[in-house]
């Protein structure tokens, strides 16, 4: 049981350069989301999803793209990177929307757009 | 919208000494859970509190749900050099909401 599986760790980007980094999780949980986390912002939703093939917008969307094709996989997109971007990227799980279940995060992907 | 907060934003104490962090919210609350993330780890949850006025302990580590179900507190009793992180409230009201954290450091 490994839980939430975050992919790349570590990553430098060029401005305008896209990218995606993989999520998976394997306790079946229907909800899945993307946070970034910024120096004194704590996390900020950027996409999530209640379940395969429903997504939706969290409070930071702007250019980053989500799909969930399947239970286990929450892919994001950063369409065109930018400077702002630069930022530490959880992906997290949990068997229903946050707040009364307990959220399982990704161990982060550090994001680095120069 | 939903406002989430937390005071302090950074504390520094010595090895022994307590440690309080306070979540407090624009409006009232569902639920609020709190989560730990280590220098240079993810956050972990530790807790869920969701009655007025509810206390729960974990060894060294006690939580308080306030009577209003507008704010919440996590004190640590006895700190030790594990204890230190980032503590993050996040609050269940009209959205779900991450505060910003108040980040612990234990001086040895």
């Known amino acids: 049981n490994a839980g939430v599986t975050q992919t790349p760790k570590f990553q430098v980007l060029k401005t305008g350069q896209s990218m995606t980094l993989q999520c998976a999780q394997d306790?079946?949980?229907?909800?899945m989301s993307w946070y970034r986390q910024d120096p004194g912002m704590g996390l900020r939703l950027i996409h999530y999803s209640v379940g395969a093939g429903i997504t939706d917008q969290g409070e930071v969307p702007n250019g980053y793209n989500v799909s969930r094709s399947t239970t286990e996989d929450f892919p994001l997109r950063l369409l065109s990177a930018a400077p702002s971007q630069t930022s530490v990227y959880f992906c997290?799980?949990?068997?229903?929307?946050?707040?009364?279940?307990?959220?399982?995060f990704g161990e982060g992907s550090w994001l680095t757009v120069v | 919208g939903q406002q989430v907060m937390q005071i302090p934003q950074y504390q520094h104490v010595q090895e022994g000494e307590d440690f309080t962090t306070y979540c407090n919210s624009s409006t009232t609350l569902s639920n609020i859970q709190w989560y730990k993330q280590r220098p240079g780890g993810h956050p972990v949850f530790l807790i869920q509190?969701?009655?007025?006025?509810e206390v729960k302990k974990q060894k060294r580590l006690t939580f308080q749900f306030g009577e209003a179900k507008k704010n919440s507190s996590l004190h640590i009793t006895a700190t030790q050099t594990t204890d230190v992180g980032t503590y993050f409230c996040?609050?269940?009201?009209?959205?779900?909401?991450f505060g910003p954290g108040t980040r612990l450091s234990v001086l040895p």
């Open positions: 306790m079946n949980h229907e909800y």
């Open positions: 997290a799980s949990s068997y229903g929307e946050g707040g009364g279940n307990t959220i399982y």
């Open positions: 996040a609050a269940r009201g009209q959205n779900f909401v």
């Open positions: 509190l969701v009655k007025s006025g």
